[in-house]
């Protein structure tokens, strides 16, 4: 396998609202090291979700190439795409996207349901999960049952359940105070460091952006590197 | 069943509302155990009834008489083997509501034309010899705790005696069993002689003929001969196979079938209605979780599973319940009401296809909701969110 872990070629993405096409990325070209930890930046509206959502093959582009590990992103078909991402992608949404009728263990437990590991396995990695984010002792609990901060760790403890090399963070911290926004940032540190975690993280804060090893600048659908 | 846990959990996402609609499918599924079972005794006559064997009756109607007189007529038709008759007698024990089908009859010839019936040959013998004997089903004397030897009086409510008295007394002499486990055993059959000499009018005329045709006679043949011979007779006949006799008798009552079909159709078109509607419900609140579990890899079609699943088995919580509650009613009824209307029985056949209609009615409510939660878009679903 190649350092490089996504590759984004001359990548477009219009969208149609109605009479008007909106192009929110324009050519747009990047490369991801493996076990890099990115930070996107930009205003509102200047697409970093939309690079975001094509990285996890949630969204194609108009024209151009994706390619994440060995997957061509843009020549598999929405089914392959989910059975991909099952394996390779986590996402860490904003608002935790919990889903509050499971437990915290059941919730992280989820992405396992689509392997076919037995039930005393998937039990087995998504208490290790639990206890690499430190919720092993909130395993029974119910998402309302948790704070914001602990709800975003068992969400990140669903992303890294199954293993995958990428990990996509829409506004991770957006949801959080500050003493548990640099909580979660630390733990999203060590996954990079200590886990070989590579990580997109998608932020407005700019303490949060701190954290990564590179911060690059979204606007008018290019990117542009600024210092980390 | 790795998804079970996830459908368990949203199927009771909203407690109250599972409820309500768990409680109206019980309600529908209780409904059609009763009227399934209340069917199935009406039809019970026509299941039973044997393919050689064929009824002669009025034309006019099943409760007009016909003439005696017929029996060596009918007897003589090429295609007929044996010939036997019988008559509504329509009388109750002590109150009203305790009737059953009681029959005056020849004692050997509607014996050996029914050999389903089965008693002991000396039970057979002392009935013959015994002018106001009777013989009765299994059932009426587990009903009414009646033994042989017992004299039973019985209270007609169309036959009179010639006396004026409406009461006849019986001693029962044997007591039947069916061999057919859906033929009812809830019968009475006395001496036609006894009933024939005491009654007060009709005399020289009998309900109906039975007839059990030749090896190898043409059924049709042989009917349409019978009722060539009484044509333009003041007693004109409709020969019939038992089967079409035992749906016009039941037809009588009304039809029973298309009742059935049309409470239960009612019932089930509310049920879909409701269900539905819970499910559109359940699928609309949970947008984004629907959308997450497709980000984090479930496919198109584990979507549409996982939410079908759910409309299924909230049909089959509620439809099993309804049905193991319509089951112990039936089995109530059944020793309330055997006597008056025998064959209440929750068939093996309806209970399968009220499971069929279960999972039936769930991929119904369900498909709607389902297709929507398949296709939601990801990006749209999250942004909304």
């Known amino acids: 396998m190649s350092d490089i872990l996504a590759r984004l070629e001359n990548v477009s993405r219009i969208y149609q609202k109605g009479k008007e096409t909106v192009e929110v990325l324009h050519e747009l070209n990047l490369e991801i090291p493996n076990g890099d930890f990115i930070a996107i930046m930009g205003p509102s509206g200047s697409g970093k979700t939309t690079l975001l959502n094509l990285l996890g093959g949630l969204d194609k582009p108009t024209s151009g190439k994706v390619t994440v590990g060995d997957a061509e992103l843009t020549a598999m078909s929405n089914s392959q795409l989910s059975r991909w991402r099952s394996s390779h992608i986590g996402f860490i949404f904003q608002f935790y996207n919990l889903l509050p009728v499971l437990t915290a263990h059941r919730n992280v437990e989820l992405p396992l349901l689509l392997t076919n590991f037995s039930a005393k396995e998937r039990a087995k990695r998504a208490s290790i999960a639990l206890d690499i984010v430190g919720l092993a002792d909130r395993a029974k609990h119910y998402p309302r049952e948790l704070s914001g901060g602990q709800e975003q760790r068992v969400a990140i403890a669903r992303a890294i359940v199954s293993d995958p090399s990428l990990l996509l963070c829409d506004e991770p911290t957006g949801d959080l105070d500050r003493e548990n926004a640099d909580e979660i940032l630390k733990l999203l540190q060590l996954l990079n460091h200590e886990h070989g975690k590579t990580i997109v993280m998608v932020t407005h804060d700019a303490q949060a952006a701190e954290y990564a090893n590179r911060i690059l600048h979204c606007d008018k659908g290019t990117l542009e590197a600024m210092a980390a | ?385």
């Open chain 2, 1 to 385: 069943m790795k998804y079970f846990r996830l459908i368990w959990k949203n199927v009771w996402r909203k407690k109250i509302r599972t409820l309500l609609t768990i409680l109206s499918v019980l309600v529908a599924f209780l409904l059609f155990s009763l009227l399934s079972a209340i069917g199935y005794a009406f039809k019970g006559g026509e299941d039973v009834a044997d393919a050689e064997r064929l009824i002669v009756i009025n034309k006019i109607s099943l409760i007009n008489p016909i003439p005696m007189s017929y029996l060596n007529r009918i007897q003589a038709t090429e295609g007929v083997a044996s010939v036997t008759h019988a008559t509504w007698f329509g009388g109750y024990y002590q109150e009203p509501q305790n009737q059953f089908g009681q029959f005056p009859i020849d004692p050997q010839s509607y014996i050996d034309m029914y050999p389903e019936f089965e008693m002991p040959a000396e039970q057979i013998e002392a009935f013959k010899r015994n002018r106001t004997g009777a013989i009765i089903g299994e059932e009426l004397a587990t009903a009414y705790g009646w033994n042989v030897g017992d004299r039973i009086p019985i209270q007609a409510t169309i036959w009179t005696k010639a006396d004026g008295g409406r009461t006849w007394e019986f001693d029962i002499e044997g007591i039947f069993t069916t061999s057919d486990p859906r033929g009812s055993s809830a019968l009475m059959l006395f001496q036609y002689d006894y009933f024939e000499e005491s009654r007060a009018f009709g005399k020289g005329t009998v309900g109906w003929y039975i007839l059990r045709v030749s090896p190898g006679a043409d059924t049709v043949q042989v009917a349409k001969a019978i009722d060539l011979q009484f044509e333009n007779s003041p007693s004109e006949t409709k020969t019939s196979t038992e089967a079409a006799f035992a749906k016009s008798f039941t037809q009588q009552f009304g039809n029973i079938a298309l009742i059935v079909t049309l409470i239960l159709g009612a019932v089930f078109f509310t049920l879909l209605l409701v269900s539905g509607n819970t499910m559109s419900q359940s699928v609309r609140e949970r947008i984004s979780e629907l959308a997450v579990l497709k980000t984090l890899g479930f496919t198109d079609r584990s979507v549409l599973g996982i939410v079908l699943s759910e409309s299924i088995l909230i049909m089959l919580i509620g439809g099993l319940l309804g049905l193991g509650i319509g089951w112990v009613l039936v089995q109530g009824m059944a020793e309330q009401m055997g006597a008056f209307l025998p064959g209440l029985f929750l068939s093996p056949g309806a209970i399968l296809g009220a499971v069929a209609i279960m999972i039936g009615a769930g991929l119904v409510a369900g498909i709607f909701p389902a297709l929507k939660a398949m296709r939601l878009s990801i990006i749209d679903a999250l942004a909304r969110a």
